[in-house]
């Protein structure tokens, strides 16, 4: 539901307006024009009104349950590096409220819903993928560490949240030890990979429309971690909103493997390894947001991101499908897909 704009109910949208007022006179804002610019699945809010240079974008993040601080972080090391993503104009960490440069109201997702031909898509995407070098060069040894730890934990949404509560299909034990096993030998492969700045959600939600096609605006990005040097490019060629044909899929990563040992970084010599590294990464991927979709929809109530599962679980499914050790993985999904009946939703 929109917030209403003109409500003294929405307590945080009112201190909102009253910090915004006390900026006005120094960034030409009118607080008239102060309209609901996008939300995502945390408590974060971004709104958009007019300043004295163009419009311009207010965020909310509740310091209850947001910190804007990894936000402000990441977000200089990107543009310290040259990569084009919001300047922070003013801040109240205190608050919660910051006070961001515009990068345009088209995301590449907005953009593909919309329609475009071929030549336009693939000059985006190519400038993405050059954006994506050039963030992995940054050095990441500041940023907590996308270890495997952390992403065997990440792992446990999966059979809570997609198999138990979304499906309504409980695992045995038989069947739990054999998705442990994958879990593990896909945790141990991405633990294993070279480490470089993750943005952890690059792909079409968070890229806007640049000034060029080579300059795209790169959003979303205070979750950035030190991990797995596939983990971004996976994100991108199987996009969790937009489905990329394997063909598709190869051609990208064909390229950023390209310009990624042109540039230096730390990949594989030779593509076919690293095709399997982004397609087990991939996979890792793919589980958590099958599970963090389901836990969205059920705890939340953001019931949209459901429409988005069977997109995730074709992806999932297309690496299952191609590699033994996974194979288990198969079976486990058959079952609890073929269960995939919810009260008020029918898939």
């Not at 801040?91 to 475009?116: C, R, V, W």
């Not at 500041?142 to 979304?166: C, I, K, N």
């Not at 952890?200 to 040097?229: C, K, T, V």
Request: proline share 6%; glycine share 6%.
């Amino acid at each position: 539901m929109k917030p209403d704009l003109n409500s003294s109910a929405d307590v945080r949208l009112v201190e909102l307006k009253a910090w915004l007022q006390s900026l006005a006179p120094a960034h030409g804002l009118n607080l008239q024009t102060l309209r609901p610019a996008s939300s995502d699945a945390s408590f974060r809010r971004y709104y958009r009104l007019e300043g004295g240079a163009g419009t311009v974008i207010a965020m909310d993040a509740p310091p209850r349950h947001e910190d804007c601080r990894p936000f402000m972080k990441v977000g200089k090391l990107l543009e310290d590096a040259g990569l084009n993503v919001p300047r922070i104009l003013a801040e109240n960490l205190e608050s919660g409220f910051l006070l961001l440069s515009d990068l345009g109201e088209q995301t590449f997702y907005q953009a593909i819903q919309a329609g475009m031909d071929d030549q336009r898509l693939q000059a985006l995407y190519r400038g993405a993928l050059k954006a994506l070098v050039h963030m992995q060069a940054i050095p990441a040894a500041s940023l907590p560490a996308y270890d495997a730890g952390r992403l065997m934990q990440e792992l446990t949404v999966f059979p809570e949240w997609y198999a138990t509560t979304h499906c309504q299909a409980g695992l045995d034990k038989a069947e739990l030890a054999a998705l442990q096993v994958v879990f593990t030998a896909l945790v141990e492969d991405n633990a294993k990979q070279p480490v470089v700045l993750v943005h952890r959600d690059f792909h079409s939600p968070n890229l806007m429309l640049g000034p060029s096609d080579q300059e795209p605006g790169i959003i979303d990005y205070q979750d950035a971690l030190a991990g797995p040097i596939s983990y971004d490019i996976a994100s991108l060629v199987m996009d969790a909103r937009t489905t990329w044909e394997e063909p598709q899929q190869l051609d990208w990563a064909i390229r950023y493997w390209e310009a990624a040992k042109a540039a230096g970084l730390p990949i594989a010599s030779d593509f076919a390894d690293f095709h399997r590294q982004y397609e087990w990464m991939s996979l890792q991927r793919n589980l958590r947001i099958l599970g963090v979709f389901a836990r969205l929809s059920h705890r939340d109530g953001k019931h949209g991101y459901l429409d988005h599962i069977p997109r995730v679980s074709a992806y999932a499914r297309q690496v299952a499908e191609r590699y033994g050790p996974l194979r288990p993985l198969l079976r486990i999904l058959d079952k609890i897909e073929n269960r995939q009946v919810v009260t008020g939703y029918t898939f």
